[in-house]
Structure formats: C-alpha cells, structure tokens
T-cell receptor, first 113, second 117 residues
Framework: DGGITQSPKYLFRKEGQNVTLSCEQN?????MYWYRQDPGQGLRLIYY???????QKGDIAEGYSVSREKKESFPLTVTSAQKNPTAFYLC????????????FGPGTRLTVT | AQSVAQPEDQVNVAEGNPLTVKCTYS??????LFWYVQYPNRGLQFLLK??????LVKGSYGFEAEFNKSQTSFHLKKPSALVSDSALYFC???????????????FGKGTKLSVIP
C-alpha cells in the first residue's frame, strides 16, 4: 500500500447524507486518482488530478466531487446524488504521466443504507 | 478508446505447477501494460509493467509477463505457484499516444487465482 493512506477503512452512512473519504500520500507524486470497485466490474475511474487545484472527471463522476488544495491530499465526497454509493473506494497516485505506474491506498469500504 | 479483457473469471492451479493469467488489450497506438494483484479487502499492489523493449518482463514475487503485439496479449506467468499467490489479478492498459495530460488506465475485470495445496 506504499505511502498512501485512506481513512476510514469502513464507513457507514444513511441514504441522503454526503460523506467525505480521505486520501493522503507522502510519495511526492503529482497525480492522484479515485476509483470505485464493485464485484466483478474491475476498477472504474471517478476523478483524477494532475496538479494542485486542477482535476478532471473520469468515467463515472456523476454524484461525486473532489478537491486538490494540497499536493498530498485528494479527498472524495460522495453526495446524495450518487444513486448506488455502496462500494469499495480506492485512491491511487503516480509520479506523473505516461509510463508511470499507479500506487494504491488500502481502500475505504462505504456502506449506505 | 482503450480496453482490456481478462477472459477467465477464475483460474485454479495446483501448488508447484506453472500458472498463467490471460490478458488481451485494445488501444489505438502503442500500449503501456500493467499487472496488479489485490488481496481481500486491500488495495492493489503493482507487479510489473511493459513500456518498451524486451517482450518478457520480470516483476515482483517471481512473476513475469510476455508482451505479444501480434496477438495483443500480455499474459501473466509464474513457473511455480504458491498458495500465497491466491488473490485477484488485474491487467491494465493505457495508450502511449493518448495525449498530454491523459492519465487514464483502463482495468480489466480481474481474474481470481486459486492455488490449491
């Protein structure tokens, strides 16, 4: 899991509530990413950020929001607009573009009831 | 558009036997290819990557992968499987020419490897 921390490991929320997932890295990586993992569907990209104060939508950004105020931090907010928020959320970072591999945090399992 | 296929949801192999986890890809230009492993309720761990050069890439924990451009494949292999290799394996690809600022990796759906003692 390298130098990427995600908290909390498990999170429970009631439907209709916004919730923020934390992701911090001490690898001095420029780029950070949020993925959602559902059983049998692999990983799907929610948002990514190449530099501070800039981020781009991934394939499934609807119902999510992010911020990148510091290089080390890339929090993800799951809003009440996200229809199926229950999932395993993974944060990753990479040194930069192109050929650099991504390093992943341990993940946060969100359950919304 | 780029895509990855892992045709087997599950692979079973006896301990000590060689293992292969299959991956095929589709990109417009040249591929950058990656393999990751995930243990239950954990994040993904990087195993190896192909960027350019030798078609046979060696990675962590004795794993290797062979890039085959004509068959658009990047199969993961290990000569002798261990019970501790049992996990979920993901192949990922990005197009080398996807443009400046494009960081997106596309992941396969994963293959569950079970090594039987």
């Amino acid at each position: 899991d390298g130098g990427i921390t995600q908290s909390p490991k498990y999170l429970f929320r009631k439907e209709g509530q916004n919730v923020t997932l934390s992701c911090e890295q001490n690898l001095n990586h420029d780029a950070m990413y949020w993925y959602r993992q559902d059983p049998g569907q692999g990983l799907r990209l929610i948002y990514y950020s190449q530099i501070v104060n800039d981020f781009q939508k991934g394939d499934i950004a609807e119902g999510y929001s992010v911020s990148r105020e510091k290089k080390e931090s890339f929090p993800l907010t799951v809003t009440s607009a996200q229809k199926n928020p229950t999932a395993f959320y993974l944060c990753a970072s990479s040194m930069g573009t192109l050929s650099y591999e991504q390093y992943f945090g341990p993940g946060t399992r969100l359950t919304v009831t | 558009a780029q895509s990855v296929a892992q045709p087997e949801d599950q692979v079973n192999v006896a301990e000590g036997n060689p293992l292969t986890v299959k991956c095929t890809y589709s990109v417009s230009g040249n591929p950058y290819l990656f393999w990751y492993v995930q243990y239950p309720n954990r994040g993904l761990q990087f195993l190896l990557k192909y960027i350019t050069g030798d078609n046979l890439v060696k990675g962590s924990y004795g794993f290797e992968a062979e890039f085959n451009k004509s068959q658009t494949s990047f199969h993961l292999k290990k000569p002798s499987a261990l019970v501790s290799d049992s996990a979920l394996y993901f192949c990922a690809v990005r197009d080398a020419y996807s443009g400046a600022g494009s960081y997106q990796l596309t992941f396969g759906k994963g293959t569950k490897l079970s090594v039987i003692p």
